[in-house]
């Protein structure tokens, strides 16, 4: 027969080994007799362990509490250690939380018996309590038992689990559904408008939106990799239905197999969120005003650049009525001036429209667009202008083939705006020396942008104080164009950056992100 490795009381030294460790530990027989246990009982339960020693396990916990422990008991009785959480009887009275380890015995004939360590897990739990209902983070505690047994169905059937689930959402919907909210804190209670203890029992996915799926997705996908957290903002659902903005935040258990409980954070970022809206409608405000701001600057050229095709529709309507008024009217002459009268109508209306375009509030919304045919229209814009004050553009865009995602309109003011700060820098210069450049080139993952000038350069001011509100060196200039230029990149994802150019000159590069779809654009600060 083998020996447990705790010896019988009446072998055991004055002063055992066992009774040197703050934890209960005790040897039972294939029968469940208690044959060891250790002085620490005596604290626990208030009798001694020669008291013990001989009594049946359900002795110790009570028929109810035995009956939980049979299922644990037979698999020790099979050889295999067993862990596990419950709670155990103590003399005060009350039932305290623990943790316990059977490690079974085997001998020449199998089973012999099991060592039973139970160590206390109140002062841990206290502890734990104290920052779970005490801090001013949302906590929920939630039981992971229907999710083991939920990816245990589908492992079997399934072969490849994580493929699927990150595939189907209705996966996720499923494992919330039947997933239970154990406890949660006063802080979770205040911001889901819910009783702590209504809330108990309840499955959490009421209180998670469709809106939040694919947030959870990645939380249970986490889960089933092994990781050790994961942190994420969605949407969650108060108990009036009336849906706010969270952080949430989950630490996974070490041990899948023996941890199912795990504490969920929630962290209410609506105020947050609200004032980052806020700001970015004031930056689209201010792009806005910006663009007007600009037309303003650009008046005289547009009216210029508009009534060249009026000139020329009221030219070729009189020449239409000269070939038609003939004593023999010659139509096709006519026909030919009115052809020449519809092209310029249809130009004036162009120029109109694409002023219309910058006067407008747009969406905001990243669209698709062809890249090359927005710089030649900034091109065409701001020729008259660029003409005006002595300067010439010249166009690279070869390597700009294809199209990109973003605001079309705000990211045309960004380069309209490079344009003509560029020609007004040069209005100066000695006459021949005042060229504008526009690059543009693909790369695999972005796009650059850049503008050359001749002209002055930044001097003794360094360079990137030209993106800061309100700085100019322009008499009546404002001061914000290019502080808005630098938002609308960074709302995109990208960078803008002023640098002089080794001839002289300055140069400005905008580099973007070439992305396919809206989600991959960075949403706007």
């Known amino acids: 027969m083998a020996e447990p490795f705790l010896l019988p009381l009446r072998h055991a030294p004055a002063i055992s080994p066992a009774d040197a460790v703050p934890v209960l530990i005790s040897y039972f027989d294939a029968n469940h007799i208690c044959r060891f246990a250790n002085e620490h009982h005596n604290q626990w339960y208030g009798r001694s362990p020669a008291e013990l020693v001989g009594l049946h396990m359900r002795d110790f916990l009570g028929e109810a509490a035995y009956q939980t422990r049979l299922p644990y008991l037979d698999v020790v009785a099979q050889g295999e250690c067993v862990s596990l959480e419950a709670e155990v009887p103590h003399w005060s009275g009350v039932w305290r939380d623990a943790a316990i380890r059977y490690i079974p015995l085997m001998g020449a004939r199998g089973f012999e018996g099991f060592h039973t360590l139970v160590f206390d897990l ?94 959870w997705n990645e939380v249970f996908l986490g889960y089933l990799a092994g990781k050790a957290a994961f942190e994420g903002e969605t949407l969650m659902r108060r108990e009036d239905g009336s849906l706010f903005n969270v952080l949430i935040s989950a630490a996974y258990p070490k041990n899948r197999e023996e941890h199912v409980i795990v504490v969920v954070g929630l962290v209410d970022i609506s105020e ?197 509100a309100f700085f100019t060196t322009k008499q009546g200039g404002m001061g914000m164009g290019l502080s808005v230029s630098k938002s609308i990149v960074e709302s995109h994802g990208g960078t803008i950056e002023a640098r002089p150019r080794p001839q002289g000159g300055t140069i400005f590069q905008v580099s973007l992100p070439l992305v396919s779809s809206l989600s991959e654009i960075a949403p706007p600060p």
Do not use: Y
């Open 122 to 215: 109140s002062r841990e739990q206290h502890r734990f309590h104290s920052i779970f209902d005490g801090t001013a983070v949302g906590f929920w505690e939630i039981d992971l038992t229907p999710v083991r047994a939920f990816v245990a169905d589908l492992e079997g059937r399934v072969p490849d689990l994580k493929a699927l689930i990150a595939n189907d959402l209705g996966l996720v919907r499923r494992v919330l559904d039947v997933t239970p909210v154990l406890a949660m804190n006063e802080k979770a209670s205040q911001v889901l408008g819910v009783d702590p203890r209504e809330a108990a029992g309840r499955m959490m996915g009421w209180w998670c939106p469709d809106a939040s799926l694919e947030v």
């Open 272 to 468: 947050r969120v609200a004032r980052e809206q806020a700001l970015a409608k004031a930056q689209h405000d201010l792009a806005h005003a910006a663009r007007v701001s600009m037309l303003g600057e650009m008046v005289a050229s547009i009216t210029h650049e508009v009534n060249q095709p009026l000139a020329a529709v009221v030219t070729s309507g009189h020449a239409a009525l000269r070939w038609l008024a003939r004593g023999e009217p010659d139509v096709a002459e006519a026909r030919l001036a009115i052809r020449q009268l519809i092209g310029e109508a249809e130009r004036a209306a162009h120029i109109i429209h694409r002023t219309r375009q910058m006067a407008f509030k747009d969406t905001g919304e990243a669209k698709a667009f062809d890249l090359p045919a927005m710089l030649r229209e900034a091109v065409e814009i701001t020729r008259s202008q660029v003409k005006g004050l002595g300067a010439t553009l010249a166009l690279d865009i070869g390597g700009a083939a294809g199209e990109m995602m973003g605001d079309r309109i705000q990211l045309q003011q960004v380069v309209i705006n490079l344009i003509v700060n560029a020609a007004q820098a040069m209005a100066e210069m000695p006459e021949g020396a005042r060229q504008i450049v526009l690059h543009a080139q693909c790369g695999e993952a972005s796009v650059s942008i850049r503008v050359e000038d001749e002209g002055p350069g930044f001097g003794k001011i360094a360079p990137d104080r030209v993106f800061e």
